[in-house]
């Protein structure tokens, strides 16, 4: 049972460019929403985490929005490089446990 | 700060035979996750530990996997026997408390391909 449907699956933006991901959850009962980057042959890593009463939260180039009426989340990547070429995965997570990821979505940003 | 350490990083066994993985979480952490990565998608959680203790295994196949966390620290995951659909990344994650929106910090994870 896919609880985070993420999308696109794959992505590919220009050096400069803005890169979007976009997540959407099923359960009301979600109340932690982390954004993570994991580059190959190595494990996720935290990027940037939203809660839902906030309704967007920015650190540095990487912006999570949050819309809770939709059910929906994304990841804005601001003026991209090719340094942040890697896999990108939202989750969500409800009470002290169960942190559901999506399926992934591979980015490339070409120079 | 040390991260997860998690061993071995690649492991290969005919399908059938039996497997551990293990991890060593960051020190002080008392909530440990094992996932099972499968090509091209998203971490599954497969079991939670608090201390010592199970808070979650509902996505674990116990008819096959089987994992410990002995004194709350280390932890291993086991696969008897195992199938060719298990092939995946075994990822260990660690965080400080609960989980109750706190980061998990994961691992570099072990890559298991059965033939």
């Known amino acids: 049972q896919q609880q985070v449907k993420q999308s696109p699956q794959s992505l590919i933006v220009q050096k400069g460019g803005i890169s979007i991901i976009n997540c959407a959850y099923e359960n009301t009962a979600f109340d932690y929403f982390p954004w993570y980057q994991q580059f190959p042959g190595k494990g996720p890593a935290l990027l940037i985490a939203?809660?839902?009463?906030?309704s967007e939260k920015k650190e540095g180039r990487f912006t999570i929005s949050f819309n809770k009426s939709a059910k929906q989340f994304s990841l804005h990547i601001m003026d991209s490089q090719p340094g942040d070429s890697a896999t990108y995965f939202c989750a969500a997570l409800k009470g002290n446990n169960d942190m559901r990821f999506g399926a992934g979505t591979r980015l490339t940003v070409k120079p | 700060e040390a991260g997860v350490a998690q061993s071995p990083r690649y492991k290969i066994i005919e399908k059938r035979q039996s497997v551990a993985f293990w991890c060593n979480p960051i020190s002080g952490h008392a909530t440990l996750y094992w996932y099972q990565q499968i090509l091209g998608q998203g971490p599954k959680l497969l079991i939670q530990f608090q201390n010592n203790g199970v808070v979650d295994d509902s996505q674990l196949p116990k008819d096959r996997f089987s994992a410990e966390r002995l004194k709350g620290v280390d932890s291993t995951l086991k696969i008897q026997p195992a199938k060719l659909e298990d092939s995946a990344v075994y990822l260990c994650?660690?965080?400080?408390?609960?989980?109750?929106?706190?980061?998990?910090?994961f691992g570099q994870g072990t890559r298991l391909t059965v033939v």
């Open positions: 994650a660690s965080s400080p408390r609960g989980g109750m929106n706190t980061e998990a910090f």
């Open positions: 939203i809660r839902p009463d906030v």
